[in-house]
């Protein structure tokens, strides 16, 4: 008889924000009067960038042609669109990385939970605390968290680096030794950066006790302060310690289109065994490609009107950004983020906790978050907003939330 | 120091269709006054129907316009797509498959690889031999295959069906009880098809036995007689114990495009665990939907138009298959496949070996074909020729190879 992973049975609930679109459903299913106004999950709303679309409409018509037809990807992205990113995200910012090294995919988050598949089953991870669910979530999946405490809501092989208003969410090296470390930065949640000098520390660290980096840089384009790094590869000796992750959903609305890529430098290295090898051969076996059509909506990010048309996009949600935080800051709350970052992290009023936040919120102003406590326990007594919603329906929900 | 996932070092030499790419690359650089025709990997050829590159460039509209923008997919697909295959692929068959049984990916390369990861390390897997490598490798890759014998090319822990012109090629049921059963009808790479009646027999088999089947009926649409089942849920008994992969790749010519769909059945538990629940955390967890413009290019193959225009490219297709099966059989070859599949699998002339053959062919004709060896020691002796070329360019190839 077959039997499952048992893994999967140590997940405790559903996906966050699985759960989070019940209870809407369910709210508005018993409220069908209300308008829900959704800065919950980090989905974009403004359309995508006129350079963009006429793109794949070129390519959708290149498609309908046998001339020009594109059958399989390259295994591991069109050489078009992994010079554009080498160029434009890594040579103009000085840092060393080749086409060669840098592996399209159908985005981020599929990255972010496949990537621990290359690592042995004994390495220890480490986490900040709140976090992006996936990448503990993979992991327990696989076998490598050990069991979970369902009262501290914790993971007894996970090293968590508390990130709390106390030590202004940035994680400290953890008293003990991992072999992975996950750092998002800016980081989702908290919408929190360190200055470059920060992170060149943590380099130096991953390279001194002999970690790997899972640097998730999704929220690169949103950096608006000069001394924050734009990747990781921008720190001495990176590359023999850090795997990178990129997105296109966050500066180019593309969560519904699908692109996203990780960096594997080729100088990395367990023993004599090349982590760009495994994660070729890993791409190579598991994946087909990224469509045609979006690769090459890819590439048009970054032609000129393309880049212009991104810069007015993140501008847009960045206004939205200031305007979540100054008005709740002026409405008496405490607020975070929101500055390299379309996150607002803001502690809940009253001592409320995350989840009785999130239903006071949806009941009294019918304005969906995303509950701290979903991120990890030190998320608890936290709040998350975010920045890409409309104009319109940020003022409108921060209204609402200031009338409370 | 962090560790590697062993099981990778494993995996003898890349991909086959890596080395097939790079060993034409070779033969190109040194000969590059050569016209070579490639009838190897199952890339097709012929362009996007009509009614599918309408329903793209429609999508991309929506795409660039605030008020018909989309995010984030469901999880799990769009409704529009989930509906549309359970109406055509199984209501019209008097499958009793429901939408929510349907989980839309990017591929089913994708998830035939990662269908593995819900079930047990412990299980043993049986394949037929030869046999599409991802199924293996996937495998390997987690670590449920024991050692390689590189001398016979097997794993010590996976349970072979050896598909040979002895047996016609139609696996039998295996003299060890494998927890795991893949099976690929029309088969990749052999051609083969078995009544429905034989079918049956394995679904009642692996009811007995406690197994679970993996079918991949990515050729589906290839088949042309009457007695092959188009489903593995035209047999009785098949929802408590198959998940069917789906593949719009070969039906119409999404190989660059991106889409398939995994049937994971209500009725398929281990226990009181529904597989059903596992894979839906599985998709929501580590990926994030098939493309708003793809999910509508699937839809529009199922429009009246659409399947018309694909009833074309497949019948295209098939007419290169005759003239490929019955050209090799005039000149002399022995010849099998081509009926209901789009895959022509031959015995190699003279006692060369598969990759002799390879050699041969491409030397001598400048044509490319697949080693049987490539796909399990089974295939040894034999080779693939695909029908997906252009009908020219086929003829071409088959002219080549009758003057050798």
Known sequence: MFKINQNYQKLPGSYLFSTIAQKVSAFTASHPDKEIIRLGIGDVTQPLAPAVIAAMHQAVDEMGNAATFHGYAPDLGYGFLRDAIAEHDYKSRGCAVSPDEIFVSDGAKSDSANIQEIFGQENRIAVCDPVYPVYVDSNVMAGRTGDYDSKAETW??????PCTMENGFVPEFPKETPDMVYLCLPNNPTGTTIPKAKLQEWVDYANKVGAVIIYDAAYEAYISEPDVAHSIYECEGA????????????NAGFTGVRLGYTVVPKELKCGEVSLHQMWARRHGTKFNGAPYIVQRAGE????????AQLREQVAYYMKNAAAIKNGLKDAGYTVFGGVNAPYIWLKTPGNMTSWEFFDYLLEQANVVGTPGSGFGPSGEGYFRLTAFGTYENTLAALKRIQEL
Not at 240 to 250: D, G, H, N, P, Q
């Open 239 to 250: 590359k023999t310690c850090a795997i990178e992750l990129k997105s296109f959903s966050k």
């Open 300 to 307: 048009a990010t970054y032609s000129p009107e393309g880049k």
């Open 156 to 161: 007894s092989n996970v090293i968590y680096m």
